[in-house]
């Protein structure tokens, strides 16, 4: 099915969570939403499930108004983080619940449902584990069976909020290869939400950032990284170090920063700000500064030094610690600072920038 909404709107007493939302999901995409803690996310997607319902806008799907049909009739997956299985019903019965409570007429035989979970059962690859109850189940298995209940009833659309929130690393990046597999076998249009940059990329294809309400970039994953939309979704990307620059015909210049890497850009002359990750601060040994080393920490792969300028102040350079020129860097040496990527934008803020929240992670605060 394919999604389209329009102009949605919502608020919750004074806060206003969805700012104005227009967003298409094609059929049979996979498409993630991305943002930090109270950016609106979930509430998107309760309300394409039926489960919210907006001040303004319209939900389409197939061309079909959404809001005008009741949640059960929509024929939607949905899987929460935190997602409750029937604790009494062992896991084959919990994966048919959908298909067993449809009415009678609807309600296919007792031989089509075992056939169907079955099938299922091989699919998630927990055919082992039919007879088990929930409380006999690892964290990721139960995570197969609450996606398995969510799929038996052949949704028309997925929706995963957080699908893998509470599992550890190393088990949330098999889930997500698997659930690649899954929705290239179903088929189905698969909207997920998540605040984890590498679940979004690696899986979705097309990703959604959404920051205090607002969709700040749709697009996939490498012109997110190298091209983003707003200083929002820069610092999300892990561009934390913000340094005041001038702008002459396209080409940005400060004192003490080598900026010959990045291109032109298409912006006004005048002060601009340039956003940048610390991975691409490259510090280099110069006696005229007028940086200077303040700090030197090895983490074993990566040696990040914290340089100050006397008007700009502190900003942290990350280098790989083995073949760097890190040898000389020590606190005290005069430096410039060679940036090999990143980002400009007019110094004016936008609203979004100023509802930034402070926690986001990836976030490393420096002094302007
Ligand atoms: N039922 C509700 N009543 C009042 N406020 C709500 C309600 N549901 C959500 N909110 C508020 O709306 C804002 C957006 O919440 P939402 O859950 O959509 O964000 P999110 O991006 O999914 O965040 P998270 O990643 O933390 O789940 C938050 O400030 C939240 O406190």
Redesign the pocket.
Known sequence: MSITITGMTKR??Q?E?LRGIDLGVERGELVALL?P????????LKIIAGLEWPDRGQLDVDGQDWLQLAARDRRIGFVFQHYALFPHMKVRDNIAFGLTVRPRAERPGKAVIAAKVDELMRLLQIDQLGDRYPAQLSGGQRQRVALGRALAIEPKVLLLD?PFGALDAAIRRDLRRWLREVHEATGSTTIF?T?DQEEAFELADRVVV?GAGRIEQIGHADAIHDHPASPFVARFMGATVELPVRLQAGRAEAQGLDLSALPRRALADGPARLLVRPGDIVPLADAEGPWHVVSRVSTGAELRLLCRHPDVGEVESVLPRRGSAGAALVPGAAVRLRIEAGTLFPTERRETDLHTPRSEPLRMETSR
């Open positions: 919750f007493g806060t969570v943002g803690s109270g950016s609106g996310k979930t509430t998107l957080e939400v605040h959404m």
